[in-house]
């Protein structure tokens, strides 16, 4: 597009703004930079969503409320009532329309997930950020600190957190409810695999969200996100939704999945956790490479001795993708993020790795 068809009617910040890369992925490629779930779910169970599926008519907007969906991951996720639900096309949809219900800053606690930060940009909404401690655990006092210093109007934390893997402390996120007013999102689109939810604290804290998603446990493809939230808020997000956000397919795969096949996502998930510790200790055995703990389907790891770029680009060139984070942020310095795969794409991951560090291939 040349300078002229955008020039004055487009956003100076949208213009500035690079874009995801969305190059389609070469055939082959082993990813383990999206935090997918390496398993997909049985051919039989293709086999019924198709049949399923191909009855629907095409014709008619889907339900604009999503109401069986809404009540079904509402009781499977939450254990709440549809009235407390907020459907998106991905949490990432989620969060782009809550932060066009804030008026004032979004504070979040650094290094996060990416696109809390895109998003508040071409939202245009303002950004304040502390930084995590080294151990990437949260400083509450800088925090409350930040909150007095710039009223932010919402707090986004990540639990556990992308990309570190650490989940956030229960009792920092209590403080912070009982010191601020304005909205709290705890982002839990890792919970499968990291169990653990601050969930409760709605019931003190009514301006607290949780968010959750349901890519990380093997639906990627659906798009789906799923918050909890004060029938309030509910209903002034329910304002700002495109109609009609959620189409058929997903709403009627969704539906059937939760029904009959959760119990496989979830068996898959366990055995990710497993892998996860397996490729961990086997890191762990190659110098220079240090593995972080980790609650969610990915590790950190630090690099000493090589570039993590340079290592990234070597993975590629051996059809290995992972997440170069070492120039994200100060504190993730040296460090590639890498999603679990199978216990063979582990292994060629860990043995490249290996391979590279020696200075081969
Ligand atoms: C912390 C966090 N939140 C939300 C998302 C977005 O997930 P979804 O696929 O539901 O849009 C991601 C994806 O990587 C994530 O890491």
């Known amino acids: 597009m040349t300078d002229e068809a955008c020039a004055d009617w487009i956003r100076p910040e949208i213009r500035a703004e690079s874009g995801i890369p969305q190059e389609p992925v070469p055939e082959g490629t082993l990813r383990l930079d999206a935090m997918e779930n390496p398993f997909d779910l049985p051919p039989e169970i293709h086999r019924r969503l198709g049949e399923d599926l191909a009855r629907l008519p095409l014709n008619r907007y889907p339900d604009g409320g999503a109401s069986e969906l809404r009540e079904l991951l509402g009781k499977r996720l939450f254990g709440l009532p549809s009235d407390h639900i907020f459907l998106g096309n991905g949490s990432d949809e989620i969060l782009q329309n809550l932060f066009l219900l804030t008026p004032g800053p979004i504070l979040l606690a650094e290094p996060t997930f990416s696109m809390y930060r895109l998003l508040a940009r071409i939202t245009g909404r303002p950004v304040g950020t502390v930084p995590l401690e080294k151990d990437f655990s949260l400083d509450p006092e800088a925090l409350l600190e930040a909150v007095k210093r710039l009223r932010p109007s919402l707090i986004v934390l990540s639990h556990p957190n992308n990309p570190t893997g650490r989940d956030l402390d229960s009792r920092a996120v209590e403080r912070l409810c009982r010191e601020f007013s304005g909205g709290i999102l705890v982002d839990e689109a890792y919970f499968p695999f990291s169990g653990n939810t601050l969930l409760s604290l709605r019931d003190t804290c009514p301006s607290l969200m949780v968010l959750r998603s349901l890519s990380k446990m093997g639906l990627a493809a659906l798009r789906l996100g799923v918050l909890a939230a004060n029938p309030r808020i509910v209903a002034e997000l329910d304002k700002i939704r495109l109609p009609y956000n959620l189409g058929i397919l997903t709403q009627r795969a969704a539906t059937l999945i939760c029904r009959e096949s959760f119990p496989i996502l979830e068996a898959q998930v366990r ?20 593995p972080l703990p980790s609650s969610a389907n990915f590790l950190l790891v630090r690099i000493a001795g090589a570039d993590p770029s340079f290592v990234a680009q070597r993975l590629a060139l051996q059809g290995i993708r992972v997440r170069d984070v070492s120039r994200q942020h100060p504190l993730l310095a040296g460090c590639l993020r890498v999603t679990i795969g199978k216990r063979e794409e582990n292994d060629r991951f860990a043995s490249t790795l290996a391979l590279i560090l ?3 291939p």
Do not use: F, N
């Open 358 to 360: 020696k200075g081969q």
């Open 271 to 290: 055995m990710i956790i497993g892998l996860r510790e397996e490729l961990r200790d086997r890191l762990q055995t190659i110098s220079g490479v240090a």
